[in-house]
């Protein structure tokens, strides 16, 4: 029997309330009959075997913590998918919005200042660099959200203090939806499901079954180890 269908055995059967019932009782009566009737155990041996069950019961409740941390991984995928794509429209916008600013047309006028050349040659630069952002910046993908760190790169101080706050709103944009898309990965990453849980909750009613019915024999045991 393979893996796969020994896991859909102990799912199916073991794991259904009547045959969770019907193991524990039969488990109980197993233990009863070989370390009380048959190999009698002193009170020491019975208080030795706490290590035995609330090992059994702390693995077979380990699937529910488990359980518990995926549901929990999976609500704040979806807030972060969320959040992540506020981020990328805001700092795409951003971007945007520099592409249009920076290559506006300039013309010289008895208000111009002295330096109108090297104003409008930074512009020019910072146009360059804005289109070639706005047009790195990749689609948004649902399933696998871009990422924007390269592009944090190419943000470089231009000498202009407009420019250079414009493309500081630009780099915190994007610093935030980078912030959110590693957040959204790793909540994808904490709720998909992983073998040692899949073998786990297999496994907790075969585990949790023994510890209660050993605990439940332990104290008949005792009782007659004091008599």
Same mark, same amino acid.
Request: charged share 30%.
């Given at each position: 029997m393979s893996n796969s269908s020994l896991q859909s055995f102990l799912r199916d059967v073991v794991a259904d309330p009547w045959c969770f019932l019907l193991y524990t009782a039969f488990v109980y009566v197993a233990i009863y009959i070989l370390f009380v009737w048959l190999l009698p155990r002193d009170k020491k041996w019975w208080k030795r075997t706490d290590y035995v069950w609330l090992t059994a019961a702390i693995l077979g409740a380990?699937?529910?913590v488990l359980e518990n941390r995926q549901e929990f991984s999976n609500f704040v995928a979806e807030q972060s998918l969320g959040a992540a794509?506020?981020?990328y429209d805001f700092a795409r916008q951003q971007?945007?919005?520099?592409?249009t600013h920076h290559c506006r047309t300039f013309e010289r006028s008895k208000f111009s200042p002295a330096d109108f050349d090297e104003v409008v040659a930074v512009y020019r630069q910072a146009c360059t660099r804005s289109q070639g952002l706005l047009q790195g910046f990749p689609d948004w993908i649902t399933d696998s959200p871009p990422v924007l760190q390269p592009l944090l790169e190419s943000l470089t101080q231009m000498g202009n203090r407009i420019l250079d706050e414009d493309f500081e709103r630009l780099r915190n944009s994007i610093e935030s939806y980078e912030s959110q898309r590693? /957040?959204?990965a790793s909540a994808r990453d904490d709720s998909e499901p992983?073998?040692? /849980?899949?073998v786990l909750t297999s496994m907790s009613?075969?585990?949790l079954g023994f510890a209660?019915?050993? /605990?439940l024999v332990r104290?008949?045991?005792e009782i007659r180890s004091d008599a």
């Open positions: 380990i699937p529910i794509k506020l981020e971007a945007e919005f520099n592409a590693q /957040r959204l992983s073998y040692l /849980r899949e009613p075969i585990l209660i019915a050993l /605990r104290i008949e045991g």
